[in-house]
């Protein structure tokens, strides 16, 4: 019975979707299942030798020693944040719930990965900073309110123009019991701009501008245009200080004089006025459009990111297959020469052994593509003209096509160096040559172009993006069935294929983007179904 429960505890303590953990009083772990090695990267063999504290940033230690001394005093349910280290070398955020067992001197865990939060609190906290830092440049007083009234910014023209700080905002709750101290006024106040705000949020437009009289903090009164723009939950305010402008109403009515001077002066001020508030209203259009480009660029480069550790953890598990596998080659291969030195000429069994170290021979092919993928081959590295290559291809290139297709090349007129390995640079023609020969069964048309070019920053529509500077564009484009883009998403992985079985190893585009990597190089793909594809490979250009 005691094994039962044993082995039911050990069940679900290795199945466990968190990061479960026992610890000792000692701060050495005791128990941790395979959730911890799939976070930090860390195995359970390597985190038992170690005490907890050991992993923890040394920033968050105190901290950490802090709860365990609260745990021990008999505080139920803690919880705590720290970063902890990983195997390469980084930290992650852990969010830890901990409990004491006293009896047996442990501390019972879990832990969450909560890093990607982090990361996204401090990316709108500084979204936040930067709006806060453009409001405070505007050259009018404008003011953050939210939907029921109480005010959650101003900027400094409008501590100017009223008096108020920040200091004063968390003592006013309510704008309106500030600014509008008659209560009789103030209701009437509040029922034309509320009746305004929900007319802009039923809309989805800005709120109409309307004139109030606003008292500052030192008791004076003054005359404001005020209207707003609808953001989210938040009413964006500006105000718009026209005390000088009442004024000058008034006075204008006991001079006809006056009231034509001055009402040239105030058309003028209006002018101005509105100028400022429209470019005030364009930035912060603008702004808000950054804000969200700019978070659709982070999504973009969150998949590229997510992409390349996928392709180099695969790349690594390629590399270590392809040594081993080369071993086991090397020892057939020896044993078969062995066993052909000690038979005679003319004996049967000596084409047996010749066709085992062809074999070999063609696996040790295949080890060199996996090491490509791998980035761990040795290159013979030499400077290159990607155009005299394609020239020695294209003879071999026609033969493998077959007659009913057109291989057409448009190559550059000036020299496209590179320093590469030739026989690579053969081969990624090669391979995407024979891809775009399959992908036509019924025959087509294959360009191959070259051409010298230049990148910018602005790569991140690239499988696999190269850091800005000169390089050397090879594009490989067909006629043929072309790729749906769930098939787009795979095409370099390692094995994987749309051809029928025994038709390919899955190994071709997964090579074009070892070598290609490996030479600090960049692809770009495009493919429909029904149009075609183009694959355009850059190598850095050598001067």
Not at 467 to 490: C, F, Q, R, W
Request: glycine residues 8%.
């Amino acid at each position: 019975m005691e094994n039962g429960k044993r082995n039911a505890y050990k069940l679900f303590f290795d199945k466990a979707p968190g990061m479960l953990c026992v610890c000792g009083f000692d701060g050495y772990f005791r128990e941790l299942n395979p959730e911890w090695e799939k976070t930090l990267g860390f195995t359970a063999g390597e985190l038992l030798k170690k005490p907890y504290l050991s992993i923890v940033h040394p920033d968050d230690a105190a901290g950490a020693r802090q709860a365990e001394q609260r745990i021990l005093g008999g505080e139920p349910g803690i919880q705590f944040e720290t970063r902890c280290l990983c195997r390469d070398g980084s930290y992650k955020w852990l969010n830890w719930r901990c409990s004491a067992d006293p009896a047996n001197s442990l501390f019972y865990a879990s832990a969450a990965d909560i890093t990607a939060r982090k990361m996204t609190e401090a990316a709108i906290c500084e979204s936040e900073a930067t709006l806060r830092r453009i409001l405070d440049l505007a050259p009018m007083s404008m003011a953050i309110v939210n939907i029921d009234g109480t005010i959650e910014y101003i900027n400094k023209k409008a501590e100017e123009t009223f008096g108020f700080s920040h200091t004063d905002i968390p003592n006013m709750d309510r704008w309106w019991e500030q600014a509008y101290p008659d209560p009789v006024y103030r209701k009437e106040v509040v029922e034309r701009w509320m009746g305004r705000v929900r007319k802009a949020f039923a809309e989805k437009t800005e709120i109409d501008g309307g004139e109030y009289t606003v008292t500052c903090k030192d008791g004076t009164v003054k005359n404001v245009f005020i209207f707003g723009v609808i953001a989210a939950d938040k009413v964006f305010c500006m105000f718009d200080d026209i005390t000088l402008r009442v004024r000058a109403e008034r006075a204008l009515r006991k001079s006809e004089k006056e009231i034509r001077s001055l009402n040239s002066e105030l058309e003028k001020r209006v002018r101005e006025r509105t100028a400022e508030l429209t470019a005030a209203n364009e930035e912060l259009m603008g702004e808000i459009a950054q804000r969200r480009e700019a978070e659709r660029a982070r999504q973009k480069l969150r998949e590229e990111l997510i992409q390349s550790q996928k392709m180099e953890a695969l790349g690594r598990l390629a590399g270590g297959i392809a040594h081993d596998f080369n071993n086991i080659l090397v020892s057939i291969s020896g044993y078969a020469e062995f066993l052909m030195n000690t038979m005679p000429a003319g004996a049967p069994a000596r084409s047996d052994l010749a066709e085992i170290r062809l074999e070999t021979e063609r696996g040790a092919a295949l080890t060199r593509q996996l090491l490509t993928l791998s980035r761990k081959q040795e290159l013979q590295t030499q400077m290159v003209d990607v155009n005299k290559v394609t020239d020695e291809a294209e003879k071999m290139l026609r033969r493998i096509i077959g007659a009913n297709m057109r291989l057409e090349t448009k190559l550059a007129q000036e020299p496209c160096r590179i320093c590469a390995d030739p026989s690579q640079i053969s081969q990624v023609i090669m391979n995407l040559v024979i891809n775009a020969r399959d992908a036509m069964p019924d025959g087509g048309r294959i360009v191959i172009e070259t051409a010298r070019t230049v990148l910018d920053d602005k790569t991140s529509g690239m499988r696999l993006a190269p850091k800005p500077g000169n390089y050397v564009m090879l594009s490989i484009s067909d006629t043929g069935s072309g790729m749906a883009p769930e098939t787009l998403s795979h095409i370099f992985e390692p094995f994987f294929t749309t051809k029928a079985p025994g038709a390919g190893t899955g190994l071709g585009l997964s090579t074009v983007y070892g070598i290609v990597n490996q030479a600090s190089g960049g692809i770009a793909v495009e493919s429909e179904p029904g149009r075609g594809s183009a694959f355009k490979i850059y190598f850095p250009r050598a001067e």
